[in-house]
């Protein structure tokens, strides 16, 4: 298990490069500090760098502190052993974060966060199932694009100010949307899923 030294150069939006010796591709556990000293100052995290963590093929398990409000394009694209993701509340997900995880079959995404980013989990193949959280109001195009999903879930909370016509999109296989009667979702569900969606209602 690799827990990050306290002492990396540009720490303070976690901008190292994964394959600069900070963690290796045989890493297969990474907690990340919430917080670090460099040059005597203490800082928090608060971002992942893009590409952080891309092409750690052998990675299986990461934790990302509560500090980290934001990860960064790519950090995590194409880590297709990955399998266990803890994010923390009101994360937001950058452009294609997750892309092609295709080891992912569970993600847990706490209820603030508030946007996902285009291709964050795309081409996520072993992706069955993925409750969006209640404070979504922004969906990127193929943000679950050619996923393995089979059905999303939607809060009857969820009230949506941005979502592109292929955020989600049908790959080889029906898709079920479970949603709330009469919640802003069942209301404007045409405008959001064609057809070719199956509408299931929930308590």
Known sequence: MKK?????????????DA????????????????????NGIKYKTTTLASQSFQN??????????QSVKSTGTY???NCTSL??????????LSAYSFRSCTSLKNITLPDTVA???????????????????????????????ISGIKEVVVPAEVELEWFDETAIVLY?????VSIVKDSWTDNHFDELFDGAFIKKYIE
């Open 83 to 92: 399998i266990d993701v803890t994010l923390p509340d009101g994360c937001g």
């Open 172 to 176: 080889d296989h029906d898709i079920t």
């Open 19 to 38: 394959k600069m010796g900070t963690t290796t591709a045989t890493d297969e556990v990474v907690l990340i500090p919430e917080t670090f000293e460099y």
């Open 4 to 16: 990050f030294p306290d002492t990396l150069q540009n720490f303070k939006r976690i901008d190292y």
């Open 56 to 65: 750690c093929t052998n990675l299986k398990k990461v934790v990302v502190p």
């Open 115 to 145: 946007a996902i980013d285009k291709y964050a989990f795309a081409n996520t193949t072993s992706l069955e199932k993925v409750v969006l959280p209640k404070s979504l109001k922004t969906l990127g195009a193929y943000a679950f694009g």
């Open 75 to 77: 950090s995590f694209d």
